[in-house]
């Protein structure tokens, strides 16, 4: 079972947490975290901390992400 919130227009919500739970109950194998736009090294940053299961690493990068001009990717955090 994996873990999910529903917004008002009835969209699943995964938080990061569930999924990598999930994936370690299922025995599943990181293939690869995200699929970024650009390889910059934030997202680099990123997908090491989801493969780390470093949660607060992970809302640091969202927060200094959110805070730059360039916010291209940062919809990714929430698929």
């Known amino acids: ?34 699929e970024f736009p650009t390889q910059d090294g934030l997202s680099i940053k990123t997908e090491a901390s989801i493969l780390r299961r470093d949660f607060k690493g992970l809302s640091e990068i969202f927060v200094e992400k959110a805070l730059t001009p360039e916010r291209t990717d940062l919809f990714l955090f929430h698929s």
């Open 1 to 34: 079972m994996l873990r999910c919130q529903k917004s008002p227009g009835g969209h699943r919500k995964f938080e990061v947490r569930s999924v990598v739970e999930f994936a370690e109950r299922s025995k599943f194998e990181p293939a690869g975290a995200l």
